[in-house]
């Protein structure tokens, strides 16, 4: 069930291990609203981009104060390349800029880095940056940060199937090992649980090809607040919200 925003304070009751009690351990975020907020403001959309690093930044230093341990942002869907090749070219410079400023805080912060999607696509230098980052941080434990890029929920379903696949073909499997255990582990990060909760800014209400197999029975807040504007004000309210909600899993 989808909900709209509200009020609310996070009471961080805190179990002896330094977890938040009830806090969600995987958060994934639809980081929409980039172009429109520029818009409104008389600008070129790549400003919306801009700002938005700020938006990212208050959101991973408050990850460890609310309890979340995982954090997936959709950074650049596969569906993106239909933008304008300049508009394009730019974000991938920015995405660039912005791991080499973050990363020593970051990694200052124990922030591990990671990624999922098609990112073997990307361009080369992109992928040189990402792949530093991620070996930098590699061991870091208080945060992981993935950030999907080039990332659609349907093509990672694909890519799985695909494997799986090859591995029959190669009598590696049967078709009777297939099971919804076996599909998860060809996934692009397998070895991290499903998000208990998608927040999605900019007001719409759809999950936009993120994380499908992932969300099946991920709690779902939205917000009219557009990216560049969401701060940790914003952040507590959704997972306030999330601590309110009894998940049961398709049970009574």
Avoid at 154 to 163: G, P
Wanted: net charge negative.
């Amino acid at each position: 069930m989808l909900h709209s925003s509200g009020d609310g304070a996070v009471s961080e009751t805190r179990s002896d291990s330094g977890s938040v009690e009830g806090a969600p351990h995987h958060v994934a975020i639809v980081m929409d609203g980039n172009g429109r907020w520029a818009q409104q403001r008389g600008l070129p959309r790549i400003e919306g981009h801009r700002v938005a690093s700020e938006s990212v930044r208050s959101v991973i230093e408050a990850c460890p104060d609310l309890g979340v341990r995982v954090l997936t942002l959709y950074t650049f869907s596969a569906e993106n390349w239909k933008r304008p090749a300049r508009e394009v070219e730019t974000i991938m410079k920015l995405i660039e800029e912005n791991l080499r400023r973050e990363l020593p805080g970051l990694h200052k912060k124990d922030v591990r880095l990671g990624a999922i999607g098609r990112v073997h696509e990307l361009p080369a230098s992109l992928q040189d940056t990402l792949g530093e980052a991620m070996s930098v941080t590699a061991n870091n434990k208080q945060l992981t940060v993935n950030l999907a890029l080039n990332y659609g929920g349907r093509a990672e379903v694909v890519d799985a199937a695909r494997a799986i696949a090859e591995q029959v073909a190669r009598n590696e499997l049967k078709p009777s090992d297939i099971d919804e255990a076996l599909f998860a582990r060809f996934l692009y990060a397998p070895d991290f649980p499903d998000p208990d909760l998608l927040i999605r800014t900019g007001g719409e209400m759809r999950v936009s090809n993120y994380l499908l197999w992932q969300i099946a029975y991920t709690e779902i807040w939205v917000t009219p607040v557009l990216w560049p504007d969401f701060r940790r004000e914003h952040f507590e309210q959704a997972i306030a919200d999330y601590k309110q909600r009894q998940r049961r899993f398709g049970g009574v």
